[in-house]
């Protein structure tokens, strides 16, 4: 039971354009949500989080919303850089448990 | 600062054998995770240690697998009795605490690969 899904598994955009990332949860608990980033052949690093009682948090190039009544949250990276091209995932932690949920990861990749 | 280490970052063995993967976490951090990816798959949680409480096991996938934290530093995933289902890459996390709101910081990872 997929409890984080991320329906896309790839995703091209052009330089300079908005990219879109979506994620869907199932969990009720789930009250804290988090991207991370993941280059080849290295960890996944944090790139921006959302506490369920906002619905936007943003950190210059990155935005994320959270629909919490569609169980629903997006990424938005605008303008899209070449260096954004890696594999972002979509996670989530709730109360009684910390370690964090994943979903299967949406690979971006910007074009120069 | 050095960030989570992992070792070995490459480990082949063939079914049967027992493997052990070794997670360096960032000094002072008393949260320590192991996750694991397979391929074209998300991060699956595996074990979760805060301090000297009792570790959440819940996500170990069977009694093959265990862990340990000595010192509350470092610590050991042992596979016993390796499967070709458990080829994945082994991901340690740290944190400074355990509140949702500290940042996992993530090692390198161990590719394993059960021939």
């Known amino acids: 039971d997929q409890q984080v899904k991320q329906n896309s598994p790839s995703l091209s955009v052009q330089e300079g354009r908005i990219s879109i990332l979506n994620c869907d949860y199932t969990?009720?608990?789930?009250?804290?949500f988090l991207w991370y980033k993941k280059y080849p052949a290295e960890g996944p690093t944090f790139l921006i989080s959302?506490?369920?009682?906002?619905d936007k948090n943003e950190d210059g190039r990155f935005t994320v919303f959270l629909n919490k009544s569609a169980k629903h949250l997006s990424l938005h990276i605008v303008p899209s850089q070449p260096g954004d091209s890696a594999v972002y995932f979509c996670a989530a932690s709730g109360r009684g448990r910390r370690a964090l949920t994943f979903g299967s990861g949406t690979r971006l990749q910007v074009q120069p | 600062g050095a960030g989570v280490s992992q070792s070995p970052s490459n480990k082949v063995t063939e079914k049967g054998k027992d493997v052990e993967l070794r997670c360096d976490p960032i000094s002072g951090h008393t949260a320590l995770y192991w996750y694991r990816q397979s391929l074209g798959q998300g991060l699956e949680f595996l074990i979760y240690?805060?301090?000297?409480?009792?570790?959440?096991k819940s996500g170990l996938p069977s009694d093959r697998f265990s862990a340990e934290r000595t010192g509350g530093s470092v610590s050991t995933l042992t596979i016993q009795r390796t499967q070709q289902e458990d080829s994945a890459v082994y991901l340690c996390?740290?944190?400074?605490?355990?509140?949702?709101?500290?940042?996992?910081?993530f090692g390198p990872g161990t590719r394993l690969t059960v021939l």
């Open positions: 996390a740290s944190s400074a605490g355990d509140s949702s709101y500290n940042e996992q910081f």
């Open positions: 240690f805060q301090g000297n409480s009792a570790p959440d």
């Open positions: 969990n009720s608990m789930f009250d804290y």
């Open positions: 959302i506490s369920s009682i906002k």
